[in-house]
């Protein structure tokens, strides 16, 4: 998959100290522990759950100002920000371990994603994985099977 506008991990500097608009990446580049499902590394990542796009009424919109550059953004939710006061950390959150999911519903830190299988249909939209109907349930019997 190709991962692009993922705030947290595109703008990570290479050996070239280059910014990386994409990056070629799989599930385990924000579950991060091969066959496990887990974290060896703490990460959090802006997949785009808190754009005031993706808002539904029941969740509060903030206007964000930044003092130095007067840049506004709207969110539903600052994420890690709020923790870190940065304005690179609005909308980033902690990517949660694969392990038992379905004793976790609704799904994503704000519950836009009742079933595994909304999340699986977020990713590939959000990711342009490309899956097929077959690979889509798939992978959902797999996250169940975690």
Excluded at 26 to 55: E, K, Q
Excluded at 71 to 81: E, F, I, K, Y
Excluded at 111 to 132: I, K, M, N, Q, W
Aim: aromatic share 6%; net charge positive; with cysteine.
């Amino acid at each position: 998959m190709i991962l692009r506008g993922v705030a947290g991990l595109n703008e990570r500097r290479g050996p070239a100290q280059l910014p990386r608009t994409t990056i070629q990446g799989t599930c385990g580049t924000g579950h991060n522990t091969p066959n496990v499902g887990h974290h060896s590394s703490p990460l959090a990542l802006n997949i785009g759950l808190a754009n005031a796009d993706r808002r539904t009424q029941d969740l509060p919109l903030f206007t964000l100002i930044n003092k130095t550059t007067a840049a506004t953004v709207q969110t539903s939710d600052p994420g890690r920000a709020m923790v870190t006061g940065k304005w690179a950390d609005i909308g980033k959150f902690a990517i949660p371990p694969l392990r038992a999911l379905t004793a976790r519903a609704p799904y994503f830190h704000n519950g836009s994603a009742a079933t595994l299988e909304a999340v699986v249909d977020y990713c590939d939209r959000r990711f342009t994985l490309a899956l097929s109907m077959g690979e889509r349930q798939d992978l959902v019997l797999f996250l169940k099977a975690l």
